[in-house]
């Protein structure tokens, strides 16, 4: 069986601040990918990151970077000079990759990130 | 736009009520899901689609959860007798199946769904 434990439930920083959300996961696959997802307000999923388990490298997209680490079943998000928007739930999630085109997400229970002005 | 969208954005429904929420979506996308977000249990997967088969049901709750899709676009979950419990907020997702598994599903903004 699959599991995405993200133990953070709640952080508060302030602007500006940096900010490293934890995702650990389980899984017997070989293959498999990992995705983050952000969910502001408005409440709609939206996509950050697709990883597969076989790319271990490490990936900067402005001010978000991922640290894909395999020896510890791990796939940690860091917001570098975090601001107000982006406040937001933060889900890490878990997709086999042996199911032929089923792709679906075994989700963690979130993280809400708040960002104090 | 060229989004997933859903409808009714919320529905509100006494209990014992059937009824059906919609998904349509993105061009192109072969495969479909349905999750089910709620404050007890997190975000949850339902079914999964492939054109207009639904190759895996294995989330759905009870009996009294269908869903069908036609013409490999829209699909609608119907929920019968609904409950108390179903509760919650019904979010569809999308993919363009290249890789296989592990495409990347695109969501809809949900449907909230309270039942009285």
């Known amino acids: 069986a699959q599991k995405v434990t993200q133990a953070q439930t709640e952080i508060s920083v302030v602007e500006k601040e940096d900010v490293t959300l934890d995702c650990v996961y389980e899984?017997?696959?070989?293959?498999?990918?990992l995705f983050w997802y952000k969910q502001p307000p408005s409440g709609e999923l939206v996509f950050l990151i697709r990883?597969?388990?076989?790319?271990?490298q490490n990936e900067i997209s402005g001010r978000y970077s991922w640290n894909f680490q395999k020896s510890t079943s791990s796939f940690n998000f860091t917001i570098t000079a975090s601001q107000v928007v982006d406040s937001a739930v933060y889900f890490c999630?878990?997709?086999?990759?042996?199911?032929?085109?089923?792709?679906?997400?075994?989700f963690g229970k979130g993280i809400t990130l708040s960002v104090r002005p | 736009g060229a989004g997933v969208s859903q409808s009714p954005s919320n529905k509100v429904t006494e209990k014992g009520k059937d009824v059906e929420l919609r998904c349509d979506p993105i061009?192109?996308?072969?495969?479909l899901y349905w999750y089910r977000q709620s404050l007890g249990q997190g975000l949850e997967f339902l079914i999964y689609?492939?054109?207009?088969?639904?190759?895996?049901k294995s989330g759905l709750p009870s009996d009294r959860f269908s869903a069908e899709r036609t013409g490999g676009s829209v699909s609608t979950l119907t929920i019968q007798r609904t409950q108390q419990e179903d509760s919650a907020v019904y979010l569809c997702?999308?993919?363009?199946?290249?890789?296989?598994?592990?495409?990347?599903?695109?969501f809809g903004p949900g449907t909230r769904l309270t039942v009285l």
């Open positions: 061009s192109g996308h072969t495969a």
């Open positions: 990883r597969n388990s076989f790319d271990e």
């Open positions: 999630a878990l997709s086999q990759g042996d199911t032929g085109a089923n792709s679906k997400l075994t």
């Open positions: 689609f492939q054109g207009n088969s639904a190759p895996d």
């Open positions: 899984t017997r696959d070989t293959t498999y990918y």
């Open positions: 997702a999308s993919s363009l199946v290249v890789a296989g598994a592990g495409d990347t599903q695109y």
